[in-house]
């Protein structure tokens, strides 16, 4: 299978688009870091410890894929998550990840040792 320049199959839907853009620990960090509230992106390189260029390219990622938004106040950017629907997402994973326990981690094709391998 060919991909893009963005590690995309051509031609894939818009679903699995939205769960690439999840698939990343820093972005999905971002995510939960912002379920809690607007942040600056110092304050997630703060809370993250990540490089400021690291943060800023995966919250343009997150923010192009609809998920995140800004909001200017003078010559900063406070960010928020664009969509509450995200976090029924996300607990709706969580109660899948308990229900199946070590089952996703353990999957030889994306489980956790395949992902760090």
Do not use: K, W
Not at 28 to 45: H, K, N, P
């Amino acid at each position: 299978m060919t991909m893009n320049q963005q590690g995309c199959a051509p031609g894939t839907g818009a679903a699995e688009a939205l769960f690439r853009s999840l698939s990343d620990g820093t972005r999905l960090a971002i995510v939960r870091r912002l379920a809690e509230g607007e942040a600056r992106v110092s304050d997630l390189v703060e809370r993250l410890g990540s490089a400021q260029s690291t943060i800023s390219a995966h919250v343009s990622c997150l923010r192009d894929c609809g998920l995140v938004e800004g909001r200017p106040e003078g010559r900063q950017v406070f960010y928020r998550l664009a969509r509450p629907e995200l976090l029924d997402l996300l607990a709706s994973a969580e109660r899948l990840l308990e229900a199946t326990g070590e089952a996703v981690a353990l999957c030889p094709e994306y489980g956790v040792a395949t992902v760090h391998e």
